[in-house]
């Protein structure tokens, strides 16, 4: 079985990623709720304003999460609703409030990028 980790209350997620439009790098942000059960972690995003979903299905092995990831982007943003999706491997940090690794994907010029992810426990609750 694997071990439990108190996921409990609400993440902050950040991944980093470059393109034509942001060469300089940008950063999606999104707040998430992650559930647990057995060694299966799944991170969904709350509702948020600019109407953006991020979704994570990931295996937990150890302190080590492996799995993809995909972000419906914001109608309303520059990207236009546009559908991305990718593989993600992400390390539990001792102090556990914290989430750290990176992320293989495509940008909208349909070239392969990587980059930093990184989940912190906010102050929120549910």
Known sequence: MAKEFDFSGIWHSDY???????????I???????????????MQSVPNKEGSYLLLRLTLDGNLLTG?????????????GQI??????LLIQPDGKSIKGKHASYNHE???????????????TE
């Open 84 to 89: 991305y999706y990718g593989a993600v491997q």
């Open 16 to 26: 980093h990623y470059r393109n034509s439009m942001s060469p300089d790098g940008a």
């Open 68 to 80: 993809t990831w995909n972000e419906e982007t914001s109608p309303s943003g520059d990207y236009e």
């Open 110 to 124: 349909m070239e392969i990028i990587s980059g930093d992810w990184e989940l912190t426990r906010t102050d929120k």
């Open 28 to 42: 999606s942000k999104h707040d998430v709720k992650i559930y647990q059960t057995g060694n299966q972690v799944v």
